[in-house]
């Protein structure tokens, strides 16, 4: 059977609203933006920083700086650093960036101050700086050499103490001082010592060969950093070991008068041992401590007066290397008693 028209027409009215609905669909699509990076999103952040190897040196020594660049936490490469230095020394340069986006270069300045140093980088007009780092040059101008005197026994070591100021007061902490044995049985020997808590420790070996009436060494200690420092100490060596009596080691003394107590210092060869310093210590009923230098014999002598009944005991020792305590088995030692 055929179909009329009014049959016809509902399909002819759905596809249409269909076609419509198409139409629309479309355009929203059109309409939504693209799901891409806005060009207006920021860039990750570059950092640039500055480190020093030391903020506080001895004139004439050197300073490694290390500048670092990174952008967003990741190391930059083959980016230009400049950096400036203003101060005691005035100077600017330009590094690249290795691939750990760093650059490292020295410095060193040979005048008392600060210099402040910066790091930058430029990137399309824009500048980063790095925080500004300082360093403190100074100059040792003075050197106390302890002991001034001392003995040391022929073969073995002697150490002295070096105590160093700076022009500004401040540490002195890593700079250097030479040494030499400029006269005496060791002459030549000599080094270059480093100052950590202000002092430096100054040790060298004696011979073990002591020439006729060539026993005591000169050691002269010098700054690099500045000529008129130069102070000097001897050592008076010996031939170990060295030996001490006391005599009387037992007596009875009487109160209110003096009793006296000789030491005598020798060398190996009982050969007298003149200008060492002997220890002497009282225990008991009159405590007291002193001290003597051996005379051009190896003699020094205690004397004391009592007051009260009862036993003393004298203890002496030979402090060779002048540091105030007992070293064994080199600084030997001796005891008496007195009723």
């Known amino acids: 059977m055929r179909r009329t028209g009014r049959d016809a027409s509902p399909s002819r009215h759905h596809t249409y609203r269909l076609a419509r609905l198409l139409a629309a669909l479309l355009l929203l699509v ?35 700086l290390t500048a670092k660049l990174t952008k967003g936490g990741v190391a930059e490469k083959d980016a230009e650093i400049a950096f400036s230095i203003t101060g005691t020394v005035n100077r600017t340069g330009k590094l690249t960036t290795d691939e750990d986006g760093e650059v490292t270069f020295t410095h060193t300045s040979n005048q008392v101050g600060e210099d402040d140093i ?61 040494f030499e044995v400029i006269e005496g049985p060791n002459e030549g020997k000599g080094g270059t010592v480093t100052v950590e808590d202000g002092t430096a420790t100054i040790t060298y070996e004696g011979t073990g060969t002591l020439p006729a009436n060539n026993d005591t060494d000169t050691v002269e200690v010098t700054s690099p950093s500045n000529d008129d420092v130069e102070v000097t100490a001897t050592v008076r060596w010996v031939r170990g070991p060295v030996h001490i009596t006391l005599s009387p080691n037992s007596a009875t003394g009487t109160l209110g008068l003096p009793h006296e107590v000789t030491a005598r210092v020798t060398d190996t060869a009982n ?10 210590t009282v ?52 005891q008496a008693t007195v009723d």
């Open 271 to 280: 050969v007298a041992v003149a200008g060492a310093t002997v220890r002497f």
């Open 118 to 178: 910066e790091a930058t980088f430029s990137l399309n007009g824009q500048e980063l700086a790095s925080d500004e780092v300082t360093v403190t040059w100074f100059r040792v101008t003075q050197v106390t050499l302890t002991p001034s005197e001392s003995f040391g026994i022929g073969g073995k070591s002697v150490t002295l103490t070096a105590t160093v100021r700076a022009n500004d007061g401040g540490s002195t902490d890593g700079a250097t001082l030479n």
């Open 30 to 64: 059109l309409a939504a933006p693209p799901a891409v990076v806005s060009a207006d999103d920021p860039e990750p952040p570059y950092s640039l920083t500055l480190t020093a190897s030391a903020e506080r040196l001895e004139v004439d020594q050197q300073v490694t």
């Open 283 to 334: 225990t008991g009923q009159n405590p007291d401590t002193r001290d003597v230098k051996t005379n051009a014999n190896g003699v020094a002598t205690l004397s004391y007066t009592s007051s009260r009944t009862g036993r003393d005991t004298i203890t002496a020792y030979v402090d060779l290397n002048m540091n105030g305590s007992l070293n064994s088995p080199d600084e030997p030692e001796a």
